[in-house]
Nanobody, 123 residues
Framework: QVQLVESGGGSVQAGDSLRLSCAASGGTFSTYAMGWFRQAPGKDREFVAAISWGGVSTSYGDSVKGRFTISRVNVKNTAYLQMNSLKPEDTARYYC????????????????WGQGTQVTVSS
């Protein structure tokens, strides 16, 4: 089984930057496409970003385009989410996920999930 562990969340002010990490273990990292989702209390889980197996292709949710960047370093078994120009509406718990196929935008399409890391942005 694949285990995913997110880290890097915290409390920041609007306009600040934050870099989330997702460390994978228990499987061959390069065989999984990776995604990031977020969920705030009372809201649906929202697609944030996805990256293909080798990191060549990426996709983003409309609300984060131009501000967030997804990346991966397969030799480190780690995916990242660089978040710039953070806004209060970015406040949510952020989840890393792994899928066998690429370009999935629904949480149901991912096979493995991490426990999440909280990001809080104050104005």
């Amino acid at each position: 089984q694949v285990q995913l562990v997110e880290s890097g969340g915290g409390s920041v002010q609007a306009g600040d930057s934050l870099r989330l990490s997702c460390a994978a273990s228990g499987g061959t990292f390069s065989t999984y496409a990776m995604g990031w989702f977020r969920q705030a209390p009372g809201k649906d889980r929202e697609f944030v970003a996805a990256i293909s197996w080798g990191g060549v292709s990426t996709s983003y949710g409309d609300s984060v385009k131009g501000r967030f960047t997804i990346s991966r370093v397969n030799v480190k078994n780690t995916a990242y989410l660089q978040m710039n120009s953070l806004k209060p509406e970015d406040t949510a718990r952020y989840y890393c996920a792994a899928a066998l196929s690429w370009n999935k935008r629904k949480w149901e399409e991912y096979r493995y999930w991490g426990q999440g890391t909280q990001v809080t942005v104050s104005s």
